[in-house]
């Protein structure tokens, strides 16, 4: 498939690409459909730089015991800089990626991405940028992680992706409610029932509904 300019142009470093740098960013870019579940990358240890046009891709720790605790995620618009981990040699550890839904990505090879980044300032910065608001989104989950109370990590949950969806039916499977947070699924449905017993969620097959969003609020607060 063809990347055509609009795949980065929206991107604030892509006017202080020089020309050769703008055709070498499109002649190595690779679109890639990824289905719900699949991995992204294929795991490896430098991917490259993810720009995501369709979907929405999950960022994980995994650990040798097989637990996961998610760091956040990333939508249409969004790209992810920690794929290209080994240009960023400041960043010791890996991460992990899949498709929470069907998406589309355009992958640019870690050397291409290592290429610019010598011959550019601009887009050296760029890419520190998104680097340092990602560690703030992991920041925040280790903050909620450490000091916060099950039951008010899934209260403030709930409603970020309410805030984020923009509607209180939420579908998501208590599965990936739990994988979100970093939790186990028996924790997760065990709170949710309460909540719904508190009149607080209505709970569907394949989701939650948000029915008291300011007693969820005071859950999230306490």
Known sequence: MKVTSNSFESCQFWQDLTQQQQQLLHKSAQVHRIAKGEPVGMQQECTGMIFVTQGELRVYL????GREVTLYRLYAGDVCVL???CVLKEITFQVQIDASQESEIVLVGSNVVHHIW????KFRCFVYEKAIERFSDVMWTMQQILFMSTDKRLATFLLEESS???TQKLELTQEQIAKYMGS???????LL????QEKVVQLFRGGVTIL???????????
């Open 184 to 190: 186990a699924r028996e924790v997760v449905s065990r």
């Open 62 to 65: 995994l650990s040798e015991d």
């Open 83 to 85: 794929s290209a981990a």
């Open 193 to 196: 029932k309460y909540f719904a």
């Open 164 to 166: 984020k969806t923009g």
């Open 212 to 222: 008291d969003k300011e007693k969820l609020q005071q859950l999230a607060e306490k």
């Open 118 to 121: 010598e011959e550019n300032l």
